[in-house]
């Protein structure tokens, strides 16, 4: 008598869609659950703790740390909320990029062209 008994919720499991659309289909089960304990709590259901371990990512300055953070990111886990700020994040990433390249090819464009060619002293000489 060995026998395992079979957990509650892999019957809940056959009976749910495959695949999960919408806005459920970007929040995990714990981001879900959170998000209830909050509202039934009476409190708001943004998450606040995340700002305290660190700079948010709405307010990372853009350069290399920022474009880790939103490659490290696992956009699954993100609520609405995040997913927005993700979004906002990258966009000032990419604007940030771009003025990076405008000023390289605008440095660029005003050197000078060098032209390689014997040096002055030896093109004299040989008029000698």
Same mark, same amino acid.
């Given at each position: 008598?060995?026998?395992?008994?079979?957990? =509650?919720? &892999? &019957?809940a *499991?056959?009976?749910?869609p495959a695949?999960a659309?919408? #806005? =459920? *289909?970007?929040?995990s089960?714990? /981001?879900? $659950?959170?998000?209830?304990?909050?509202? #039934?709590?009476?409190? &708001? @259901?943004? $998450?606040?703790q995340?700002?305290r371990?660190?700079t948010v =990512?709405? @307010?990372?300055?853009?350069?290399?740390?920022l474009?880790?953070?939103?490659a490290e990111? $696992?956009l699954?886990? =993100?609520?609405?909320?995040?997913?927005?700020? !993700? #979004?906002r994040?990258?966009?000032? +990433? &990419? @604007?940030w990029?771009?003025? +990076?390249r405008? $000023?390289? /090819?605008s440095? !660029?464009?005003? /050197?000078?062209?060098?032209h390689?060619?014997?040096?002055? @002293?030896?093109?004299?000489?040989?008029?000698?």
């Amino acid at each position: 008598m060995n026998h395992t008994p079979e957990p =509650l919720h &892999s &019957s809940a *499991k056959a009976h749910s869609p495959a695949k999960a659309d919408g #806005v =459920l *289909k970007a929040m995990s089960p714990g /981001v879900v $659950d959170f998000l209830f304990r909050r509202l #039934v709590a009476g409190e &708001s @259901a943004e $998450d606040v703790q995340w700002h305290r371990e660190g700079t948010v =990512l709405s @307010a990372q300055v853009p350069g290399a740390e920022l474009a880790r953070r939103l490659a490290e990111t $696992d956009l699954e886990a =993100l609520t609405p909320t995040e997913l927005f700020h !993700y #979004v906002r994040a990258a966009q000032r +990433l &990419s @604007a940030w990029a771009e003025g +990076l390249r405008e $000023d390289a /090819v605008s440095r !660029y464009c005003a /050197v000078p062209p060098t032209h390689p060619g014997p040096p002055a @002293a030896t093109a004299q000489e040989g008029r000698i």
